[in-house]
Nanobody
Framework: QVQLLESGGGLVQPGGSLRLSCAAS????????MGWYRQAPGKQRELVSQ???????DYADSVKGRFTISRDNAKNTVYLQMNSLKAEDTAVYYC??????????WGQGTQVTVSS
């Protein structure tokens, strides 16, 4: 059973920074893509950023230039460095991982609140 263990959420003031981490464990197959989605109250879940095992990364337009995704393949861990946070970044952030056989896994979610 694959588990995604997230950490790093919390409360931060506008303009501040947070770093999210997500470690995948228990997969019999290689993890091809890891990433982060978020869901704000009353809104649909949306892709924030994702990165392949080769290091190719994508970002939502709303976070480009502020968020940076990185990955440690040896540890099956993905990080999301979030800088210049805005109130509209407030959401539950979910870690996502896809294995080489196409199975997708989700973390439990971690709350990020940007407020003064």
């Amino acid at each position: 059973q694959v588990q995604l263990l997230e950490s790093g959420g919390g409360l931060v003031q506008p303009g501040g920074s947070l770093r999210l981490s997500c470690a995948a464990s228990g997969s019999r197959f290689s993890i091809v893509t890891m990433g982060w989605y978020r869901q704000a109250p009353g809104k649909q879940r949306e892709l924030v950023s994702q990165i392949t095992s080769g290091g190719s990364a994508d970002y939502a337009d709303s976070v480009k230039g502020r968020f940076t995704i990185s990955r440690d393949n040896a540890k099956n861990t993905v990080y999301l460095q979030m800088n210049s946070l805005k109130a509209e970044d407030t959401a539950v952030y979910y870690c996502n991982a896809m294995s080489s056989i196409g199975i997708t896994y989700w973390g439990q979610g971690t709350q990020v609140t940007v407020s003064s």
